[in-house]
Nanobody, 124 residues
Framework: VQLQASGGGSVQAGGSLKLSCAASGRPFDSFRVGWFRQAPGKEREFVGGIKWGGDSTYYADSAKGRFTVSRDKAKNTVYLQMASLKPEDTAVYYC??????????????????WGQGTLVTVSS
């Protein structure tokens, strides 16, 4: 599976952005797709995720109520809709695929394939 993240850019605080993660190859229904982010000088952190074969989503506390993960199986694409953005959301955002069903799905080392990242900058 290869992943291509896109949609990053610069936005003012309070604004919105929608990131896309296009997958080549064919993800299996048991796979999970997660979004992570990494700000300069900080560890990579989980943002949100979705099970490829279903609609169940899960989020970090920092994302709940503001971010929404969705997927379009026909387009082999997962989205991260971000609203009410804050300067602290500034980071490089990555999508990743986790093949195995066990685990919380919130740790970066659970994921097997990673996209190249897309930069989101939120100005105050």
């Amino acid at each position: 599976v290869q992943l291509q993240a896109s949609g990053g850019g610069s936005v003012q605080a309070g604004g919105s952005l929608k990131l896309s993660c296009a997958a080549s190859g064919r993800p299996f229904d048991s796979f999970r797709v997660g979004w992570f982010r990494q700000a300069p000088g900080k560890e990579r952190e989980f943002v949100g995720g979705i099970k490829w074969g279903g609609d169940s989503t899960y989020y970090a506390d920092s994302a709940k109520g503001r971010f929404t993960v969705s997927r379009d199986k026909a387009k082999n694409t997962v989205y991260l809709q971000m609203a009410s953005l804050k300067p602290e959301d500034t980071a490089v955002y990555y999508c990743a695929v986790k093949r195995l069903a066990y685990g919380s799905g919130t740790a970066a080392d659970e994921y097997d394939y990673w996209g190249q990242g897309t930069l989101v900058t939120v100005s105050s």
